[in-house]
């Protein structure tokens, strides 16, 4: 391979978590000199649709196009596969996969084969997001077929709250706090390895890693496109486990 391959990102959603995985990806990246770091096309597009609105509340515009519409111009500007750092839009995903004919780089079953590998098959695996994943249920299917399950926080209307909070002004103690008290809520219940599965939540991972064994889905995709794009040797958690999970 002559150089990294470019990536495309399907960003805004919201932009702080697509600024936090690009700052993540040069982290991450084995680079001596500008040239060696990934290059990427990020579609900056927080005019998404509501996915809290339209999978929550049952209002609002049906974001699959708007997402198909970012895929298909990123493909044209020439990426060679896409990545989303979104664990909730990723219920979209069959959309954005139909619009393309390059890949797109699974976060949500990655981070579920990462999670099983490291817990074991059979266990609880508690899951730290939006309400809308337990609704919409992609992490228990991801789960389900890496033999496990989905555990929930109890309090899922806090963790809604935090959210919103954390959209309109940023990290806070607060959001930090009700983060800290669903793992240990989790913990409580045997989740003993719990994914932080809203991108949000990634920018206060901190406070569910205080609490319990934590995996931050976003790291998770961080990985996966650098083993994308510079091959597996250059992957810093390497997980074969979870290598079958771009589609």
Do not use: W
Not at 7 to 19: D, F, H, K, Q, Y
Not at 36 to 41: A, M, T
Not at 46 to 51: I, L
Not at 124 to 140: E, H, T, V
């Amino acid at each position: 391979m002559s150089g990294p391959r470019r990536i495309g990102i399907l960003g805004g959603m919201g932009p702080e978590a697509t600024v936090e995985l690009m700052s993540r990806l040069i982290a991450a990246t084995p680079a001596r000199d500008d040239s060696d770091h990934i290059p990427l096309l990020v579609d900056m597009n927080p005019q998404v649709p509501s996915r809290i609105a339209r999978l929550i509340e049952g209002s609002g515009a049906d974001p699959g196009p708007v997402l198909a519409q970012m895929a298909r111009g990123l493909e044209r500007a020439g990426v060679a596969a896409l990545a989303m750092p979104c664990n909730t839009a990723h219920h979209y995903a069959p959309v954005i996969c139909a619009a393309v004919s390059i890949p797109f780089i699974d976060m949500v079953e990655r981070a579920a084969a990462r999670a099983v590998a490291q817990a074991g098959q059979g266990a609880r695996i508690g899951i730290l997001g939006s309400p809308a994943l337990r609704q919409i249920g992609i992490f228990d299917a991801a789960l389900a077929r890496h033999g496990a399950s989905a555990a929930y926080p109890t309090d899922q209307p806090a963790l809604l709250e935090a959210i919103r909070q954390m959209k309109a002004a940023g990290p806070s103690a607060a959001a930090a706090a009700t983060l800290g008290a669903a793992a240990a809520d989790l913990a409580g219940r045997g989740a003993g390895v719990q994914l932080v599965a809203c991108t949000e939540f990634s920018l206060i991972a901190h406070a569910a890693a205080e609490q319990a064994d934590t995996l931050d889905t976003l790291d998770v995709l961080v990985d996966a496109i650098v083993e994308f794009a510079l091959g597996p040797d250059h992957v810093r958690t390497k997980d074969k486990m979870a290598a079958s999970a771009v589609t």
